[in-house]
């Protein structure tokens, strides 16, 4: 089992900078793939991007592609996403997520832990 603990959510004004962090811990978290969701009020979710276990291999959501980078510390077993311009659009509460499968997490968006989530507030 994983727990994850993400941080460095706050309010921003358009065009700024955040970095996520999502802590994480157990037994299993150096076999799973990663990634970060949002949810915008009354939205769905979905999943900004993902970073695959065994290849290392970066995924995007088209809205984030050249503002947002994920990435991962496995000797600091935390995940990061680095969020450059930021955009009005971009407010939402973001998830970071973890499954051995990284179908089940990009593709299925079903992944079978969940942080609590941090609050990302961009003004115009």
């Known amino acids: 089992r994983v727990q994850l603990v993400e941080s460095g959510g706050g309010s921003v004004q358009a065009g700024g900078s955040l970095t996520l962090s999502c802590a994480a811990s157990?037994?299993?978290?150096?076999?799973?793939?990663m990634g970060w969701f949002r949810q915008a009020p009354g939205k769905e979710r979905e999943v900004v991007a993902a970073?695959?276990?065994?290849?290392?291999?970066?995924y995007y959501a088209y809205s984030v592609q050249g503002r947002f980078t994920i990435s991962r510390d496995n000797a600091k077993n935390t995940l990061y996403l680095q969020m450059n311009n930021l955009k009005p659009e971009d407010t939402a509460m973001y998830y970071c997520?973890?499954?051995?499968?990284?179908?089940?997490?990009?593709?299925?968006?079903?992944?079978?832990?969940w942080g609590q989530g941090t609050q990302v507030t961009v003004s115009s």
């Open positions: 157990g037994d299993t978290y150096s076999s799973n793939n």
């Open positions: 970073i695959q276990i065994a290849s290392g291999s970066t």
């Open positions: 997520a973890a499954d051995p499968s990284f179908r089940q997490l990009w593709i299925l968006e079903r992944p079978n832990y």
